[in-house]
């Protein structure tokens, strides 16, 4: 992730709203892809203060009314051309069930490219449901930044993908004393994906709460953007894989068809991984099925695009990246090297392992070959 200038000089970045030093209200403008310095049109709105840019804004429904976005929506370029997003802006209703908590959400104000993909968001009747939706935001804002820059499809309506990214941060527990306690009579939300629609509890934007479970599960990271990124690995199997390359990606993750899901998370949860898990997997959790090894190391994937990102544009890269695979795990292992030692001077966890196995790296070079052919919007299937 890069940072950003305002019009006064201050660096900006991604998740700021107003400048530090000016005080000036900052946004994300789609046309020039940058957290940029608003400047307040007379009629209404405001305008991009980039040089060249200077497209006519507003700010998405969830940034001037909910205060849990900082990205604009255009409404008209430099020409004053319009641009067709005012009246439909592809948000469809999710009927709340009796058994969880979170309310739908339709308004006539536009939503940015981002918060559109939104079926539900919590309860904001609820207390703190608002500051752990904007965290889900800010976390859902980061992974379509890394979506974007390696130019993968994500379509939010059945117009525009086959399998269009929806989601839904929805409750089964309510605060107690500061705990979570279950709510009786309704059922738990699982954290999942399943047609498109990504399921994110919203008690994993209570840090107290996930660190216990990543304690609990024996999870060497457990963060809300580790939970995105997992969980658009299996959009992304869905999306590019199903019916297209299954075969190919059996060679390298496994038969997902058998043993059936089902019964791979029932041996997982009775047997756990096996100790020479680490041999062929990203992770522990990778060993349960072909599925959760695809979305484990696609979220690993991202994990290096995104790291990679920022050290690239700060300079704590020496390595020579060519888009290659080769040069991106090199460049992301000289980086891991540094951020850990970082890391262990400040008590903190590892950023990235020290090795990573043969059979891992095949899989990643799966990946790479898969995103990049998705990226050119290579629409031939590419079985056999």
Same mark, same amino acid.
């Given at each position: 992730?890069?940072?950003?200038?305002?019009?006064?000089?201050?660096?900006?970045?991604?998740? #700021?709203?107003?400048?530090?030093?000016?005080?000036?209200?900052?946004?994300?403008?789609?046309?020039?892809?940058?957290? @940029?310095? $608003?400047?307040?049109?007379?009629?209404?709105?405001?305008?991009?203060?980039?040089?060249?840019?200077?497209?006519?804004?507003?700010?998405?429904? #969830?940034?001037?009314?909910? #205060?849990?976005?900082?990205?604009?929506?255009?409404?008209?370029?430099?020409?004053?051309?319009?641009?067709?997003?005012?009246?439909?802006?592809?948000?469809?209703?999710?009927?709340?069930?009796?058994?969880?908590?979170?309310?739908?959400?339709?308004?006539?104000?536009?939503?940015?490219?981002?918060?559109?993909?939104?079926?539900?968001?919590?309860?904001?009747?609820?207390?703190?449901?608002?500051?752990?939706?904007?965290?889900?935001?800010?976390?859902?804002?980061?992974?379509?930044?890394?979506?974007?820059?390696?130019?993968?499809?994500?379509?939010?309506?059945?117009?525009?993908?086959?399998?269009?990214?929806?989601?839904?941060?929805?409750?089964?527990?309510?605060?107690?004393?500061?705990?979570?306690?279950?709510?009786?009579?309704?059922?738990?939300?699982?954290?999942?994906?399943?047609?498109?629609?990504?399921?994110? #509890?919203?008690?994993?934007?209570?840090?107290?709460?996930?660190?216990?479970?990543?304690?609990?599960?024996?999870?060497?990271?457990?963060?809300?953007?580790?939970?995105?990124?997992?969980? @658009?690995?299996?959009?992304?199997?869905?999306?590019?894989?199903?019916?297209?390359?299954?075969?190919?990606?059996?060679?390298?993750?496994?038969?997902?068809?058998?043993?059936?899901?089902?019964?791979?998370?029932?041996?997982?949860?009775?047997?756990?991984?096996?100790?020479?898990?680490?041999?062929?997997?990203?992770?522990?959790?990778?060993?349960?099925?072909?599925?959760?090894?695809?979305?484990?190391?696609?979220?690993?994937?991202?994990?290096?695009?995104?790291?990679?990102?920022?050290?690239?544009?700060?300079?704590?890269?020496?390595?020579?990246?060519?888009?290659?695979?080769?040069?991106?795990? $090199?460049?992301?292992?000289?980086?891991?090297?540094?951020?850990?030692?970082?890391?262990?001077?400040?008590?903190?966890?590892?950023?990235?392992?020290?090795?990573?196995?043969?059979?891992?790296?095949?899989?990643?070079?799966?990946?790479?070959?898969?995103?990049?052919?998705?990226?050119?919007?290579?629409?031939?299937?590419?079985?056999?």
């Amino acid at each position: 992730m890069q940072t950003f200038s305002c019009g006064c000089g201050n660096p900006l970045f991604f998740e #700021n709203t107003r400048c530090v030093a000016c005080e000036s209200e900052v946004g994300w403008c789609p046309s020039c892809r940058a957290i @940029v310095a $608003l400047d307040p049109l007379e009629q209404g709105g405001y305008q991009c203060t980039t040089a060249g840019c200077d497209a006519h804004l507003t700010k998405c429904h #969830n940034y001037a009314v909910e #205060n849990v976005c900082n990205r604009m929506v255009v409404t008209a370029t430099v020409e004053d051309a319009p641009m067709d997003q005012a009246s439909d802006n592809g948000f469809t209703s999710h009927t709340s069930s009796a058994d969880t908590t979170g309310i739908d959400v339709l308004g006539s104000d536009p939503l940015c490219d981002c918060c559109r993909h939104n079926d539900m968001i919590p309860d904001l009747s609820v207390e703190g449901s608002r500051e752990r939706w904007a965290a889900l935001e800010a976390a859902k804002r980061r992974l379509f930044y890394t979506l974007d820059l390696l130019k993968l499809p994500h379509g939010a309506t059945p117009q525009e993908s086959h399998v269009p990214l929806r989601f839904s941060f929805m409750a089964d527990a309510l605060p107690d004393q500061g705990l979570w306690r279950s709510v009786a009579g309704q059922q738990k939300v699982y954290t999942g994906h399943a047609n498109g629609l990504i399921t994110i #509890n919203v008690k994993e934007a209570d840090a107290v709460e996930r660190e216990r479970l990543r304690v609990d599960m024996n999870e060497s990271h457990r963060t809300l953007i580790g939970h995105f990124r997992h969980e @658009v690995g299996h959009y992304y199997w869905d999306l590019l894989v199903k019916d297209q390359d299954e075969q190919a990606c059996k060679a390298v993750f496994g038969d997902h068809d058998n043993p059936t899901y089902s019964e791979a998370l029932e041996q997982y949860y009775q047997q756990g991984a096996p100790q020479d898990w680490a041999e062929r997997h990203i992770s522990a959790y990778s060993t349960m099925h072909a599925w959760e090894d695809f979305a484990e190391s696609f979220a690993y994937y991202l994990d290096m695009v995104s790291v990679l990102d920022t050290a690239l544009y700060i300079g704590l890269s020496r390595a020579e990246y060519d888009g290659t695979l080769d040069s991106m795990l $090199l460049a992301y292992h000289q980086v891991g090297q540094a951020v850990n030692e970082l890391n262990r001077d400040m008590g903190l966890l590892d950023l990235a392992p020290a090795v990573l196995a043969p059979p891992v790296r095949e899989k990643l070079d799966y990946l790479h070959t898969l995103i990049a052919r998705a990226g050119t919007k290579e629409s031939a299937p590419l079985d056999d």
